[in-house]
């Protein structure tokens, strides 16, 4: 827990106060939380790294909600530690919402109530626009699924569209750009490799 020291008092940051305080684990929203993590750990390892991101989300949203219940919790939030909060609380909206072709700038920035100037702000820090990112992670996750032997039949342009490309001219193109090689070539050098692993570019000599 961080404390500034401010005229001789320690002045607890009121987002750690919050968090400090237990969550009852045995009932309401709290059992809920509990229950879901549980069922996580024991069930997680056999989830994609996709399905993981996506029950990351719905985790945050449950320890949000277990929060935002705590009594004092709306005074203890101040806007600045709202604002801590945002890019986390945006990048898990936009990676739970990858797939969704309506996907864009401005209906992130609706989502969480700021303005697109505010949103392209706070990724103008990280040096990546908004458009940027979404279509990134994107294709990280078009990458990660055409070096999936277990999805061969799967055509090119279905995994496309999983992750919200809705032109398979633009995703190839895209593709090739970011990887050096359109998906099928992509996806022929993944699956021929004998030993598998996601890390290293399969097109890497």
């Known amino acids: 827990m961080r404390s500034d020291p401010v005229d001789g008092v320690d002045r607890v940051d009121p987002v750690d106060r919050v968090l400090a305080e237990g969550i009852p684990a045995d009932r309401g929203m709290g059992a809920i939380l509990a ?37 004092g919790a709306g005074d203890e939030l101040s806007d600045e530690g709202l604002t801590r909060a945002l890019p986390a609380r945006i990048d898990a909206f936009i990676g739970h919402n990858l797939g969704d072709p309506e996907l864009s700038p401005s209906a992130v920035a609706a989502r969480h109530g700021i303005s697109l100037r505010r949103l392209q702000l706070l990724f103008r820090e990280r040096g990546e626009s908004v458009a940027a990112a979404i279509r990134r992670r994107r294709l990280e996750r ?64």
Request: hydrophobic letters at 35%; aromatic letters at 6%.
């Open 35 to 71: 229950q879901y993590m549980r069922s996580l750990a024991a069930h997680g390892e056999e989830c994609t790294p996709a399905e993981l991101e996506q029950l990351g989300v719905i985790a945050l949203d449950l320890a949000g909600a277990c929060l935002a219940g705590r009594p």
């Open 142 to 205: 078009c990458r990660e699924d055409l070096s999936d032997p277990g999805q061969l039949t799967v055509p090119v342009h279905t995994v496309a569209l999983r992750w919200g490309f809705t032109n398979a001219s633009v995703f190839s193109r895209l593709f090739r750009e970011t990887y050096g090689a359109s998906p099928s070539e992509f996806r022929r050098a993944a699956v021929a490799r004998p030993d598998r692993d996601d890390t290293p570019d399969p097109l890497t000599p």
